[in-house]
C-alpha cells in the first residue's frame, strides 16, 4: 500500500512561478526522497534528505522535511515548462522505498 | 553508461496466460528492486535482491507472481495465469547497495496490459 499522501493532486502555473507540493507519510523513516516521472525519461531521483535533515537544497529545488509531523515539502522555484511531470516523495526504511500518491504538476507558458 | 533496461517495453496478454518481464541492471550494482504501478498510483514496492539472493518479496501480490536473479546480474519477473488486476507498469531499479542507502536507478517500465 501507499506510505502516505501527496497534496495536491495537481497543480497548474505558469512558467516562473513558483511550486510547492506536500507529502505526508506513516511511519518511521531513515530519508526521503524526490522523484519526477513523465513519459520521456522514466522516474528520475531529485533529492534526497535525511531524517535529522529539516532543510536541503539542490538548484531550484528546496526540501523541506519535519518528523514530528510526518511530513515533507518540496518547493521548485521559477518553474520552466521542462518541469511538467509527476512528482512523487518516497520513504525510505532499511531497503524498501515507499512512495506516495503523486502530484501531477503542469507548467504552462 | 548504459542505465536500466527492462524488456519488452509493452506486452500484451490474454486473461490466463504467463508472461516474463526481463530487467538488466546497471552493472556492478549489487541491489536489485521491482516494483508495480497501477495508472494515477505512485509505484509500489513487489521484491527486493541483494545479489542473487532474494530478501524481501513481502509486496508479491500473490502466488501468481514470481522473481528471480540466478546469477546476481539479470532479472525476471513472472506473472502466472495473468488477471486483468495485474495490468500496470513494470518498474526495475538498481542500485550499488541497497542496504547501504544508495540512490535507486530506475529503468523505462514495461506496460503490461491483460484483455
Known amino acids: 500500500s501507499q506510505q502516505g499522501e501527496e497534496d495536491p493532486q495537481a497543480l497548474s502555473i505558469q512558467e516562473g512561478e513558483n511550486a510547492t507540493m506536500n507529502c505526508s507519510y506513516k511511519?518511521?523513516?531513515?530519508?526521503l526522497q524526490w522523484y519526477r516521472q513523465n513519459s520521456g525519461r522514466g522516474l528520475v531521483h531529485l533529492i534526497l534528505?535525511?531524517?535529522?535533515?529539516r532543510e536541503k537544497h539542490s538548484g531550484r529545488l528546496r526540501v523541506t522535511l519535519d518528523t514530528s509531523k510526518k511530513s515533507s515539502s518540496l518547493l521548485i522555484t521559477a518553474s520552466r515548462a521542462a518541469d511538467t511531470a509527476s512528482y512523487f516523495c518516497?520513504?525510505?526504511?532499511?531497503?524498501?522505498?515507499?512512495f506516495g500518491t503523486g502530484t501531477r504538476l503542469q507548467v504552462t507558458l | 553508461g548504459a542505465g536500466v533496461s527492462q524488456s519488452p517495453r509493452y506486452k500484451v496478454a490474454k486473461r490466463g496466460q504467463d508472461v516474463a518481464l526481463r530487467c538488466d541492471p546497471i552493472s556492478g550494482h549489487v541491489s536489485l528492486f521491482w516494483y508495480q504501478q497501477a495508472l494515477g498510483q505512485g509505484p509500489e514496492f513487489l521484491t527486493y535482491?541483494?545479489?542473487?539472493?532474494?530478501?524481501?518479496k513481502s509486496g508479491l501480490p500473490s502466488d501468481r507472481f514470481f522473481a528471480e536473479r540466478p546469477e546476481g546480474s539479470v532479472s525476471t519477473l513472472k506473472i502466472q495465469r495473468t488477471q486483468q488486476e495485474d495490468s500496470a507498469v513494470y518498474l526495475c531499479a538498481s542500485s550499488l547497495d541497497g542496504l547501504a542507502g544508495y540512490e535507486q536507478y530506475f529503468g523505462p517500465g514495461t506496460r503490461l496490459t491483460v484483455t
Open positions: 518516497a520513504t525510505r526504511l532499511g531497503s524498501k522505498l515507499t
Open positions: 535482491f541483494q545479489n542473487e539472493a532474494q530478501l524481501d
Open positions: 511511519t518511521s523513516i531513515n530519508n
Open positions: 534528505i535525511r531524517s535529522n535533515e
